[in-house]
């Protein structure tokens, strides 16, 4: 069986990686170098504190690969466990902290809810006064996003799959038998194969429309600033999530920070092939405010050290889609920002799809486009 990947992010490589371990023959196709569109801007970051059950379980399922992946694939990817902590001044909102917690946990995730006072002790800069409850994981983490897709890549090509860069697919169209790849700029045009993978990111609705369905994902633009702040952040300090307000900052090396959010309902659509990746000034300055208003490591002598901008491809719901859309195409897109966290379990899951036609690792069925025609389904709120 032969099957064509297309995306060179960590959702593809990863994928290429089951697929060919499974003893599928396996050609990955991407357009410019791997981990070019989103995962070399990502932030890195591996939590299970999410809203929804089907997230928490890509989480843990991912998270097993995780803990592993510097013996299983011999990369050390950086990775540390500062924990995820999550804090509200909403009531209402800290009653579904409270609920999410519990549904964590029932999935064997160890997440508690703290009060304003604990949530101070594992972040000494944090504002407790401004908040009335919060969320912690301390198995949450991050890591590099580079290394873990060079240690899948690495993986992928010792199984046998053939990766291809700077190689534009410009449509999959299936066929009664199979798909055929037509690429942009080879010289022989077309590659027909067995089956083929949609993990194009921000562009895999482009490739959707040329297999014949639609993919309802947009290309948002999110933002990263390094900051040096006022007093050094502690590198044992959470990854912090102003869930109100979407602000949200970690620890980098010799006492920086990152700070993101998106803020003021300006979140707009960009053109996925024209984006400028420098944050904007003003962004960047009211970023480093609501960090302040969460921490007081950020105040007016907070220095801006550089920074980065990159996309979220979002769904309405801020679930993926991973799904077999048509005979032949599988689609793994849409993470809304939770593609490298999840890559693992999706790697499965498509490598089942593809062989098995169901998924058995995560129950995916909720992950289809047909949930956006009844508009009921689940969102997910710990979004950043």
Known sequence: MHVAVVGGGI???????????????????????LGAGSTDRALGGIRAQFSTRVNVELSVASINVWDAFEERFG???????????????????????????????????????????EAAELCPGLRAEEFVAGTYCPDDSFADPHLALQGYARAARGEGAEIRTNTPVAGLRPRESGVRVELTDDPDGTVTVDAAVNAAGAWAPRLAETAGYDLPIVPHRRQTAVVEPERPVPESDPLVIDA?????????????????????????????????????????????????????????????????????????????IVEESVPGVVTAAGFSGHGFQHAPATATIVAELVLDGESSTVDASGLGRERFEHGDGPVERNVA
């Open 75 to 117: 990369v050390d990817i950086d990775r540390r466990h500062t924990g995820y902590l999550f804090c509200t001044r909403d009531p209402e909102t800290a009653d579904a902290f409270a609920e999410q917690v519990a549904m964590q946990n029932e999935c064997g995730v160890a997440s508690r809810t703290v009060s304003p006072e």
């Open 244 to 320: 109100d307000t979407t602000a949200h900052f970690r620890p980098e090396r010799d006492g920086r920070a990152l700070v993101g959010g998106h803020f003021g309902g300006r979140d707009p659509v960009v053109d996925a092939d024209r984006f400028s990746e420098t944050p904007d000034t003003d962004w960047a300055v009211e970023a480093v405010e609501r960090a302040g208003d969460a921490a007081d490591y950020f105040g007016p002598e907070t220095r801006l050290a550089g920074g980065w901008a990159g996309l979220y491809a979002v769904t309405p719901d801020h679930h993926a």
């Open 11 to 33: 959702v593809g490589v990863a994928s290429a990686y089951e697929l060919a371990a499974r003893g599928v023959d396996v050609t990955l196709f991407e357009r410019g170098s």
